[in-house]
Structures are given as structure tokens and as C-alpha cells.
């Protein structure tokens, strides 16, 4: 409506400004969430995705930050990005600021370009899985631990039982197929600009200008100077936030608080999430 109503203003009366919305995607990949803490899901980002790319705009630009975390979600979430720009014939900017490294970099994928700050860290294009066993800690303090399956496999990789080579022989030919899948998604979206480097798909991560000479993103450069190049120096960024309504702020979900008990098993479980993230953006020295 706006579009047609400018159409029919005189020419020195028309604003030539454009206008971008943005979507700022920040944080580690997880399914769930808490009041605590609020991780990147499809569940958290796909009515802030549907909102942006209803405004009628030549371009979407996603400032992406984030060390990894679920395979899952962050296909789901390339998935969506993907959907919506094909339904609405839209182009994504994908700007890089800290990091977007193995699930991350997944994400930045969807983008029809990668930007990336020069310091910037991406890459990481591996799987991994990590935990701690505790056989000896439990033989020490005299717990004994019961398990009772009725399946030979249900208690695989078990952290209070010794590791067995069959099992982590199985978990490793689980992530070869992840690994081979995201390596396929990478070469799908980057094809030829991809450099013919040997260490590229082994998990190693790289700065912002060492990832755009291996072809890993399309140019160097911040969000704001690179959109006003690109749509002229009038161009305006429009930050896009999530919806709260007055009642959602005031009375919580159908009018009621949380209580004390699910106050506290909120931050108990938020400070586990908490240590995960902090372990996801350490291994890229953040």
C-alpha cells in the first residue's frame, strides 16, 4: 500500500531511501531454551524470519554470530532462510561479526553472500561430540550403578561405564554421515568459489580474510558499509525483534508467573547451558 500510494506523489516529493530489514541471529544452537537463557532454534527464530521477510525490501540481512552447537537445528534453520527467500524472491546478506563456525557457518549457508568481519572466525566444517566418564570417581565413593535395558545398546557410551571400541566406532560412523552431509550442503552453495585446499572439510576454522580467500565468503566489510554501498547512501537499516505483546510482558504465559521452584530449576538449568556455551565459544578462543 505505502509502495503504491509513493507511486503516485509527485517525482521531487518520492524518498529514494531504502530500506533493509535486519535480523540479528546471536548465540549457540539448541533445541529448547529457558527464561534463563535463549539459545538459536528454529522454534526461537522462525516467527522473527517470517516477520522480516514480510517487509517489502530488495535484500534481508542477517548479522549471524555463533560458535555452532545442534546439526539439527541448524539445518532446520538454513532450511527456513532458504523457504522464505525463495517464496518471496528475496536476496540474504549474511554478515559474519565474532564467529559463525560448524553450525553456525551452516547457517550463514542460506545466505546468497557471506560477509564477514577480516577478524572474524569461520569454518569449523566437522562434527563433534564431547562428554566426561566417571567409571573410576563412582568406584571411589562406593556408588554402585544399576542399569536394567532391555535392549544390548541402550546404555551405549554411558560416562559411568568404560568406554568399549564398538560403541565409539558406532558414534564415530554417525558423525561421518553428519560431517559428509554438511560437507555436501557447503559444496551445494559455494561450488566453484570454493578454494581446492585439502584442510578445508577436516574442522579447521579460519579468519574472515583467510576464509575469503579459501572461498569460504564473498567479501570482507561490516553490515552498514556494505549495504549503503550496495543501495546507495541513503539506505536505512531496520532492525526486526520479536513481537511481545502487553499481556505476554505483564502476566507471563496465560497470565501466570513462574514459581519459586520453577525459578530456581530455570537458573539451575541455565547455568548447565551456560557452561556448554561458554565451552562452544571458547574452543574458537572467545
Known amino acids: 500500500m505505502k509502495e503504491s500510494l509513493a507511486r503516485l506523489l509527485p517525482k521531487p516529493l518520492r524518498s529514494d531511501a531504502v530500506t533493509i530489514p535486519v535480523v540479528r541471529l546471536q548465540g549457540a544452537i539448541m533445541s529448547g531454551g529457558s527464561p534463563v537463557r535463549q539459545h538459536l532454534s528454529l522454534a526461537s527464530v ?7 521477510f514480510a517487509v517489502p525490501a530488495p535484500a534481508l540481512a542477517i548479522s549471524l ?15 527456513r532462510i532458504r523457504d522464505l527467500a525463495e517464496e518471496k524472491k528475496r536476496t540474504v546478506l549474511v554478515f559474519v561479526e565474532d564467529v559463525a563456525a560448524s553450525g553456525g557457518y551452516m547457517i550463514a ?13 569461520v569454518g569449523s566444517i566437522g562434527v563433534v561430540s564431547a562428554g ?13 550403578r ?11 557410551l554411558d560416562p559411568f561405564q568404560p568406554e568399549k571400541p564398538e560403541d565409539i566406532e558406532r558414534l564415530k ?6 560431517h559428509q552431509g554438511f560437507i555436501a550442503l557447503v559444496k551445494e552453495r559455494r561450488g566453484a568459489k570454493l578454494a581446492d585446499d585439502d584442510e578445508l572439510f577436516t574442522g579447521l576454522f ?34 526486526i525483534s520479536q513481537s511481545r505483546g502487553v499481556f505476554g510482558r505483564k502476566l507471563g504465559f496465560f497470565g501466570l508467573r513462574p514459581s519459586g521452584t520453577d525459578i530456581a530449576a530455570a537458573a539451575a538449568s541455565g547455568l ?3 557452561l556448554e556455551e561458554q565451552a562452544l565459544w571458547r574452543r574458537y578462543g572467545l
Open 146 to 156: 544399576r542399569v536394567y535395558t532391555s535392549g544390548r545398546n541402550k546404555v551405549i
Open 109 to 121: 549457508l542460506a545466505g546468497d553472500e557471506i560477509i564477514a568481519d577480516p577478524s572474524s572466525i
Open 65 to 79: 554470530n555463533s560458535p555452532g552447537g545442534s546439526p539439527v537445528q541448524s539445518r532446520l534453520i538454513y532450511r
Open 272 to 274: 548447565l547451558e551456560a
Open 132 to 144: 566426561f566418564g566417571f567409571p573410576e570417581m563412582i568406584k571411589k565413593i562406593g556408588v554402585e
Open 46 to 52: 522462525a516467527g522473527l524470519l517470517e516477520k522480516a
Open 206 to 239: 579460519w579468519t574472515g580474510e583467510r576464509g575469503h580467500a579459501l572461498g569460504l565468503v564473498d567479501a570482507l566489510g561490516d553490515m552498514r558499509s556494505y549495504l549503503k554501498n550496495r543501495f546507495g547512501p541513503k539506505t536505512r537499516l531496520k532492525l
Open 173 to 178: 560412523a554417525l558423525q561421518e554421515e553428519v
